[in-house]
């Protein structure tokens, strides 16, 4: 394990201080190497990895390759390590792993950590019940969409409402109730352009924001957009 651990090392300075083709040979055999074991002391060298330089592009990569284990192996290792102390982003990251493994036993650290003072917990919370959440979730969803003080949750809230119509746990009819009261008093650009885009996929049209999904960006005014919503009915 010494040998391997010292290439794995290498392998992660490389991830972190090199670019092009050089970065991208140092994830892949940093991926094989990590993923070719699931046992306690290889998790923990993972997990190691992803704590430390948490944000960077290393840490994205990091937390992929966690999602590409068996789910029944991260589940109880990930959990074990959520109460243990840690930054907000480490935990940010388990809740993030999790969820997108489908971990049903994370729901209730989804539920509890949305009234978390620290946004960056507050973030994944939200994003991830909109992946795993079900219509039990609706209020805690509109808590934050309505009322939390940051906006890019906000936002990310009515986003989340809108993955669960795409998931088809709610209907529109049930959506949109929660959503218009925030269109309405929305102050933020950035949240408002999320809760139009989604009332635009619920309604079924286009009140004049336009999703560009390759570069990750709303084009069009979600001032003019929202009197157009409020003109045509809520």
């Known amino acids: 394990m010494s040998s391997t651990r010292a290439r794995i090392e290498r392998y992660y300075t490389d991830l972190l201080q090199t670019s092009g083709a050089t970065r991208v040979e140092a994830c892949y055999c940093l991926e094989d190497l990590l993923l070719a074991d699931n046992d306690p002391e290889m998790l923990r060298l993972h997990f190691d990895l992803l704590t430390r330089d948490t944000g960077s592009a290393a840490y994205y990569d990091l937390r992929s390759m966690f999602m590409d284990r068996p789910a029944d192996v991260v589940e109880p290792f990930l959990l074990a390590r959520y109460d243990e102390p840690a930054c907000p982003e480490t935990r940010a990251g388990i809740l993030h792993i999790l969820a997108a493994q489908g971990s049903q036993q994370v729901l209730p650290l989804l539920r509890s950590g949305l009234g978390n003072p620290d946004a960056v917990l507050r973030r994944s919370c939200i994003i991830a019940l909109g992946w795993i959440g079900d219509a039990g979730d609706l209020s805690r969803l509109r808590q934050r969409l309505q009322q939390d003080t940051e906006a890019e949750l906000r936002g990310l809230a009515a986003s989340a409402l809108r993955q669960w119509w795409f998931r088809r746990i709610l209907p529109a009819t049930d959506l949109l109730p929660v959503l218009y009261p925030a269109l309405q ?35 069009g005014d979600p001032y003019q957009a929202r009197e157009r919503i409020i003109a045509a009915g809520l």
């Open 185 to 219: 008093r929305e102050s933020s650009e950035y949240a408002l352009k999320l809760i139009i885009v989604a009332i635009q996929d619920l309604q079924g049209r286009c009140h004049g924001l336009k999703e560009d999904l390759e570069d990750h960006c709303i084009h």
